[in-house]
């Protein structure tokens, strides 16, 4: 290892290109800070070159390289950037910009100069012209908008390429890539500083752009330091952004995959378009909150491919260590990087799958629903480990799925705590990992049965049926938790004889006996004022033998006897009427569960826990629980 001061003018005056590896992330840098406080240095020390007083360098910061061994001798040299390539781009679109601002103004000598430090001479003898002309080339998702700001040769053209646009009934327009706005940027203050210079002083404007363009060949440099033959690059960029950088923890895996990808003489562009370029949007960018920390949508699919593989736990903070050791352990996981990252794919794709499941228009039988209305994602490991990793047929697959499907939604019915389920369903990844196919089932079953306690237990149908009949379930399950168990019990009331009819989107939960019963609903022959309802311990005189009567019907009209689906334009027509107006509306109704009504000529809490029964019973055959 090397290091050297290196002035902007050695850096960039020479046939050379620094290559922005793919493990690095894309240009952030932005405005506040970055932009503007170097901005604000450049003017300063031009401002000394016009007042012909001299002035220390200013050191940019490190630039960590490591030089390829050219592929042919027409190969213009090239360095990879270990560290240090938003401060490169960033210089270099200072530089573009003053290029043009010299050649809109037909500063000839410092559009000449200045075109040197961006563009690479000889382009006819080159290999590959169209990538080895420019000085710096940035990753692929900034590739070709850095080309089109370097190949445009004014801000005008810029703007032209890449013009503002304004979306309907939006006060601010859509952001232009932040390449483009770090280029008008410069643009604009490079501008304002010449003209403001030159009127002050009364200087010519090119003589005073001179003294810029001076500063920044003299007044600037980089510590360049080179990586010798014998370097670890990785491990050299992982010290250097492990600690203490704004880098998360799938930028810092991105940039162990793809070191082992310039090691294996791979070809990184391949790689990226072929599995990492599909990462880089925004939806895998979406940041989510897991325990008071956020983290990004790729960062817990990260996790999770790591918890699925391992059968361990892993702290969200250290993914990128964890999967270096994992991956790096003997024997070898893959054969090769390519590998690895379509295994990766596959999992990120079922992981997708389950992110997006709560906003898609799935059946209540789709597991994929079920975690999403349950808020279950922390299954996701041991999901992801049985569909893809376990070598599962389609029938053993769905058997092992419907195990699960009972464990979670047993245990939501029934208001077991969900805090340890991170450990539990990894844990069960390590007990079934090395299982064969055939035995997975089972194995699977004997796992999730084993627990005890309210953390763990697998709810027996006693138990089931219980909560069922007494739980207030709708005062603490979400509302799509609650319709999931209501189609549940929909679907499986149909038969081979009755119509194919799809439960439509806007299916709403509803009430028999309503939550606001004061008005229609008389409690054993007397009318009970709505404050009452509401506070039973306002039950005095007359009505203080009633008080705890209020307290057992307001619990049981939240229990799942008293609860069923309409669809929206039904619902408010029955809301809070009495029972005689909710028949002739639930007779529009074609569905199984409402039909049930037709034969109740009343309604009160027996009726409620006796339809309770029923429904228990129908669960429990719908969510089986393996004898032990």
Same mark, same amino acid.
């Given at each position: &290892?090397?290091?050297?001061?290196?002035?902007?003018?050695?850096?960039?005056?020479?046939?050379?290109?620094?290559?922005? +590896?793919?493990?690095?992330?894309?240009?952030?840098?932005? #405005?506040?800070?970055?932009?503007?406080?170097?901005?604000?240095?450049?003017?300063?020390?031009?401002?000394?070159?016009?007042?012909?007083?001299?002035?220390?360098?200013?050191?940019?910061?490190?630039? =960590?390289?490591?030089?390829?061994?050219?592929?042919?001798?027409?190969?213009?040299?090239?360095?990879?950037?270990?560290?240090?390539?938003?401060?490169? %781009?960033?210089?270099?679109? &200072?530089?573009?910009?003053?290029?043009?601002?010299?050649?809109?103004?037909?500063?000839?000598?410092?559009?000449?100069?200045?075109?040197?430090?961006?563009?690479?001479?000889?382009?006819?003898?080159?290999?590959? +012209?169209? #990538?080895?002309?420019?000085?710096?080339?940035?990753?692929?998702?900034?590739?070709?908008?850095?080309?089109?700001?370097?190949?445009?040769?004014?801000?005008?053209?810029?703007?032209? !390429?890449?013009?503002?646009?304004?979306?309907?009934?939006?006060?601010?327009?859509?952001?232009?890539?932040?390449?483009?706005?770090?280029?008008?940027?410069?643009?604009?203050?490079?501008?304002?500083?010449?003209?403001?210079?030159?009127?002050?002083?009364?200087? %010519?404007?090119?003589?005073?752009?001179?003294?810029?363009?001076?500063?920044?060949?003299?007044?600037?440099?980089?510590?360049?330091?080179?990586?010798?033959?014998?370097?670890?690059?990785?491990?050299?960029?992982?010290?250097?952004?492990?600690?203490? !950088?704004?880098?998360?923890?799938?930028?810092?895996?991105?940039?162990? =995959?793809?070191?082992?990808? #310039?090691? #294996?003489?791979?070809? !990184?562009?391949?790689?990226?378009?072929?599995?990492?370029?599909?990462?880089?949007?925004?939806?895998?960018?979406?940041?989510?909150?897991?325990?008071?920390?956020?983290?990004?949508?790729?960062?817990?699919?990260?996790?999770?491919?790591?918890?699925?593989?391992?059968?361990?736990?892993?702290?969200?903070?250290? /993914?990128?260590?964890?999967?270096?050791?994992?991956?790096?352990?003997?024997?070898?996981?893959?054969?090769?990087?390519?590998?690895?990252?379509?295994?990766?794919?596959?999992?990120?794709?079922?992981?997708? !799958?389950?992110?997006?499941?709560?906003?898609?228009?799935?059946?209540?039988?789709?597991?994929?629903? /079920?975690?999403?209305?349950?808020? /279950?994602?922390?299954?996701?490991?041991?999901?992801?480990?049985?569909?893809?990793?376990?070598?599962?047929?389609?029938?053993?697959?769905?058997?092992?799925?419907?195990?699960?499907?009972?464990?979670?939604?047993?245990?939501?019915?029934?208001?077991?705590? %969900?805090?340890?389920?991170?450990?539990?369903?990894?844990?069960?990844?390590?007990?079934?990992?090395?299982?064969?196919?055939?035995?997975?089932?089972?194995?699977?079953?004997?796992?999730?049965?084993?627990?005890?306690?309210?953390?763990?237990?697998?709810?027996?149908?006693?138990?089931? =049926?219980?909560?069922?009949?007494?739980?207030?379930?709708?005062?603490?399950?979400?509302?799509?938790?609650?319709?999931?168990?209501?189609?549940?019990?929909?679907?499986?009331?149909?038969?081979?004889?009755?119509?194919?009819?799809?439960?439509?989107?806007?299916?709403?939960?509803?009430?028999?006996?309503?939550?606001?019963?004061?008005?229609?609903?008389?409690?054993?022959?007397?009318?009970?004022?709505?404050? &009452?309802?509401?506070?039973?311990?306002?039950?005095?005189?007359?009505?203080?033998?009633?008080?705890?009567?209020?307290?057992?019907?307001?619990?049981?009209?939240?229990?799942?006897?008293?609860?069923?689906?309409?669809?929206?334009?039904?619902?408010?027509?029955?809301?809070?009427?009495?029972?005689?107006?909710?028949?002739?509306?639930?007779?529009?109704?074609?569905?199984?569960?409402?039909?049930?009504?037709?034969?109740?000529?009343?309604?009160?809490?027996?009726?409620?826990?006796?339809?309770?029964?029923?429904?228990?019973?129908?669960?429990?055959? =719908?969510?089986?629980? +393996?004898?032990?």
């Amino acid at each position: &290892m090397q290091a050297n001061p290196r002035s902007l003018d050695a850096l960039f005056n020479s046939q050379l290109r620094y290559v922005v +590896p793919m493990f690095q992330r894309h240009y952030v840098w932005q #405005e506040m800070p970055q932009w503007t406080t170097l901005w604000e240095d450049v003017a300063e020390k031009a401002k000394l070159q016009l007042e012909n007083r001299t002035s220390n360098a200013h050191y940019l910061g490190a630039l =960590i390289i490591e030089g390829v061994r050219p592929q042919s001798p027409r190969e213009v040299k090239r360095f990879l950037i270990i560290d240090g390539q938003q401060r490169l %781009t960033t210089l270099q679109l &200072m530089l573009c910009a003053y290029r043009d601002v010299a050649r809109l103004n037909e500063w000839k000598t410092l559009d000449r100069t200045t075109s040197r430090y961006l563009e690479n001479s000889d382009i006819d003898v080159m290999e590959f +012209p169209d #990538e080895e002309r420019f000085k710096v080339w940035p990753t692929a998702l900034n590739r070709v908008v850095f080309k089109d700001i370097v190949s445009a040769g004014s801000k005008a053209d810029v703007e032209a !390429r890449y013009p503002l646009i304004r979306r309907p009934r939006k006060r601010q327009p859509e952001p232009r890539p932040n390449l483009v706005e770090a280029y008008l940027f410069f643009a604009r203050k490079l501008t304002e500083w010449i003209t403001d210079i030159s009127s002050a002083t009364g200087r %010519t404007m090119e003589d005073c752009a001179f003294n810029l363009l001076q500063a920044l060949q003299q007044d600037f440099s980089v510590v360049e330091i080179s990586l010798s033959e014998g370097d670890d690059s990785q491990e050299i960029f992982y010290s250097l952004n492990s600690q203490g !950088r704004a880098l998360s923890q799938s930028d810092l895996l991105r940039s162990l =995959i793809f070191m082992r990808a #310039e090691k #294996e003489k791979v070809d !990184r562009d391949v790689l990226f378009a072929d599995y990492w370029g599909q990462f880089e949007t925004a939806f895998w960018s979406a940041e989510t909150k897991r325990g008071g920390r956020t983290y990004s949508r790729l960062d817990l699919a990260l996790r999770f491919f790591l918890m699925a593989k391992t059968g361990d736990l892993v702290d969200a903070r250290r /993914v990128n260590e964890e999967y270096r050791r994992w991956v790096s352990a003997s024997p070898p996981k893959y054969a090769n990087v390519a590998h690895e990252l379509a295994d990766f794919s596959r999992h990120a794709v079922a992981y997708r !799958r389950y992110a997006e499941g709560g906003g898609q228009p799935l059946p209540s039988t789709d597991l994929v629903r /079920v975690l999403a209305d349950l808020d /279950v994602s922390t299954a996701l490991p041991l999901v992801l480990h049985l569909e893809l990793d376990a070598g599962l047929d389609s029938v053993q697959l769905s058997e092992c799925f419907a195990i699960v499907e009972s464990f979670v939604c047993r245990r939501g019915v029934t208001g077991e705590e %969900t805090k340890e389920y991170n450990k539990l369903f990894v844990e069960v990844v390590g007990a079934i990992r090395d299982v064969p196919p055939d035995g997975v089932r089972k194995a699977l079953a004997n796992k999730l049965l084993s627990g005890g306690g309210a953390t763990r237990q697998w709810p027996t149908d006693e138990q089931l =049926i219980e909560a069922v009949i007494s739980r207030p379930v709708s005062l603490y399950l979400r509302t799509p938790a609650l319709r999931l168990i209501l189609e549940r019990l929909e679907v499986e009331q149909r038969t081979k004889k009755s119509e194919q009819v799809d439960i439509a989107a806007n299916l709403q939960v509803e009430h028999v006996l309503p939550q606001a019963w004061a008005a229609h609903w008389p409690l054993n022959g007397v009318s009970i004022p709505a404050e &009452m309802v509401s506070a039973p311990y306002l039950a005095v005189g007359s009505f203080a033998p009633l008080a705890d009567s209020i307290r057992a019907r307001n619990n049981r009209l939240h229990t799942v006897g008293n609860l069923t689906l309409l669809n929206g334009y039904l619902n408010p027509a029955a809301s809070n009427a009495e029972y005689t107006t909710k028949l002739r509306e639930y007779k529009h109704s074609v569905l199984r569960l409402n039909r049930y009504f037709e034969s109740q000529d009343a309604w009160d809490e027996a009726a409620i826990e006796k339809r309770g029964r029923t429904l228990a019973r129908a669960l429990c055959a =719908i969510w089986r629980r +393996p004898s032990a």
